[in-house]
């Protein structure tokens, strides 16, 4: 029997060998030529190496260190939002009313300060006699349940909020002085405060403060102030947790009618025009034209269309020029009416409105830009009406049995700015150190028993040509020798770096990745200006835009994952393009459920 023998290698992967045979066409005279493997099997691989690149990359990320990387930069945008976007936007939109920093209320005629105020509903947040006011007031409450929520945000926010600014505080510390350590001494003060006591106390701002003193540089003096301002914001932020919050009786604005009724102020509506023909339109001879006012307008579609009438036929249905009747056709909305125009006059008219200027030809004066001709009517009884200074003279806010609990805005903005600088601080300080502690062979930061070590062992190598029997010492006495006897020394350890240089700088580091990566730089600066600074595009340009803030969010997360995931191009645009999807996504709902 013939062996069964291998074919040859160069037979089993040559160009030519083909398994597939060839199939005839029996309709033609030709043979159908083979389809060709190259380019099919080329656009597979293709797809295939990029799926294994995207794999890998997936599966080598950092996704701990990208999360905490993200969620950081969301925090610190919130806080530049509450910082600068926010009183930049109201000013800006308190401009158009030649107003400053004023933002409307909830309740109706009352403001934050309880004062009555029939007049304007708009309250200056930044006024510093309301700096203890709950200007953001949320509920209506019992007396126990604004109680158990004040209470709640001290111990949750307050206590909670000490211990993280703490923990966070003290891993930037123990970094920055141990890096610290292997260029100069350390004191013992200092040391026991940063690495074994490892929570802020009076006692330790004042072993801090008097350290920083003995310094004679200036960049570790300068380390030591932030230090010391930071031990006291931390020690301070419980109490200015506390004192940012509270709860407060809710209000309720009545108004002492002609009959010494006491009405509630929001059965009130403002009487912009009245139409003195109005049962032309289907109305009572004297027809009232309500006005309710939101962000500058009315919003009531009467108000609108009146507006527009008198604005292209004039008032009084006169002629601007003449002073005689407009007896020509006019349209009032939908409703066509013959001649003579409607005889139309208005109470107030504001400066921004329409009419305001308007002479009366027949007497030659302004009759609408008196403002003590402003009035408003009860709802319900249209025919009797009321001059805002009678209202401001006879209404009140009277407290409810309900409260509220909220914020006072002034003192939020104080600790958002607080807040700001301690964190950009304390991470810069964290990061520089750490970057500078990886260039060096030891590395690991001292806490606990090793902290409690290196601290004994340096002692007992200082001590013993003082004192031969230090362990006999009481604690008095060990103080009192320590700084005596140890002024000047402290703990130092070895400076032996696996790089040329240990120094690092943020801002250097900063400026080279930028110069590597000018695109990227653009990129992230134009998403995160665009994050930071939407609301001032609220009122000035199309309601989709705004909507888009949320497609931006979906963006902007791609793109920094793309970043810190994606090795190569294809990778960080799949990332980008995903990210844009959802943003897409997102967008077109949020509108579709804004305009249904």
Known sequence: MTPLTRPSSHLLHSPKLDFHTTVVDYGSEKPNTPEPLGQRDGDR??????????????????????????????????????????????????????????????????????????????????????????????????????????????????????????????????????NQMNKEPVSYNLYWTMFIQDQPSFQAVWQTIRDTCRRQTRRSKAALVFVILNMIFILAFPTLVSAMTGYRPNNKAFVLDHNKNLISFDKFVLAKYIIHDGHRMGHQHDHIVPCTVRFG??????????????????????????????????????????PPALNISAFYLSKDEFGYDWTDPRTNTKPFSNESNAAMYQTGTPS???????????????????????????????????????????????????????QHVDRDVPSGFKAAYMLATSLNLQLAGIHKSTALLTTKQLSQIVERDLAGRGIMTEEVTTLESANYSMWRACRVWMKHHPWWSVWLTVLTAYLTWWPLLFYSVWLAIMYGHFSVVALHLGSVIALAVGSTRKTQALFIFLGAAVGVLIWTTVLYYSIR
């Open 384 to 438: 009797t009406t009321y001059t805002y200074d009678y209202i401001q003279e006879h209404g009140s806010c009277v407290q409810q049995q309900t409260y509220k609990w909220g914020f006072s805005f002034l003192q939020v903005f104080v600790m958002s700015i607080l807040l700001l600088i301690w964190t950009c601080g304390t991470f810069v300080m964290w990061l520089g150190a750490h970057k500078a502690l990886v």
């Open 45 to 178: 691989a293709w797809i295939v190496r990029w799926k294994d690149e995207i794999v890998a990359d997936l599966r080598s990320a950092n996704w701990s260190r990208i999360t905490l990387g993200y969620l950081l930069g969301a925090w610190i945008l919130g806080l530049f939002f509450l910082c600068t976007t926010i009183p930049v936007y109201l000013y800006w939109w308190g401009v158009s009313y030649s107003l400053s920093f004023e933002i409307e209320t909830s309740d109706v005629g009352c403001l934050p300060n309880d004062v009555f105020n029939a007049r304007d509903r708009r309250y200056n947040i930044f006024d510093p006699s309301g700096f203890f006011q709950i200007t953001h007031g949320f509920g209506s409450l019992t007396f126990t349940g604004a109680k158990l929520a004040d209470l709640s945000w001290d111990i949750i926010v307050g206590r909670g909020g000490q211990s993280m600014l703490a923990y966070f505080s003290w891993k930037a510390f123990s970094a920055h002085f141990k």
């Open 297 to 338: 307008s009315c919003v009531e579609e009467e108000a609108h269309q009146t507006w527009k009438y008198v604005k292209e036929f004039g008032f009084f249905g006169l002629n601007n020029e003449t002073g005689d009747l407009l007896n020509i056709t006019t349209t009032f909305g939908e409703t066509e009416l013959d």
